[in-house]
């Protein structure tokens, strides 16, 4: 089993930027996709997708709303995915977590895709 603590969330003024982290720990990280989700305050709008990369980087998959504005990487060595975030807007404000999924070889966009997940991170964006 593997476990993930995500970090890097906080308060930002619109058009800023911040930088989210998933380390993991316990089995490799290598053999997993990865993927970002994130939850609105607004609970009718469920855990969404914005970002996913497969286990050798080759495959990234973005959310529209996200697409030029978010960036996914991982580094393998370090056992932690990454996401970039740049001009963030009032309607990124959300919950992020990040998921493992065994499809290693895709960046899965569907929730049921993924098997673990970390506790998630607050990003709040301020207009």
């Known amino acids: 089993q593997v476990r993930f603590v995500e970090s890097g969330g906080g308060l930002v003024q619109a058009g800023g930027s911040l930088r989210l982290s998933c380390a993991a720990s316990?089995?490799?990280?290598?053999?997993?996709?990865v993927g970002w989700f994130r939850q609105a305050p607004d609970p009718d709008k469920g855990r969404e997708f914005v970002a996913a990369i497969s286990w050798d980087s080759r495959t990234t998959n973005y959310a529209d709303s996200v697409k030029d504005r978010f960036a996914i990487s991982r580094d393998t060595a370090e056992n932690t995915v990454y996401l970039q975030m740049y001009n963030l807007k009032p309607e990124d404000t959300a919950v992020y977590y990040c998921?493992?999924?065994?499809?290693?070889?895709?960046?899965?966009?569907?929730?049921?895709?993924?098997?673990?997940w970390g506790l998630g991170t607050q990003v709040t964006v301020s207009s």
């Open positions: 316990g089995r490799t990280f290598g053999i997993y996709a």
């Open positions: 998921g493992a999924s065994t499809d290693r070889g895709y960046a899965a966009t569907l929730r049921g895709s993924y098997t673990y």
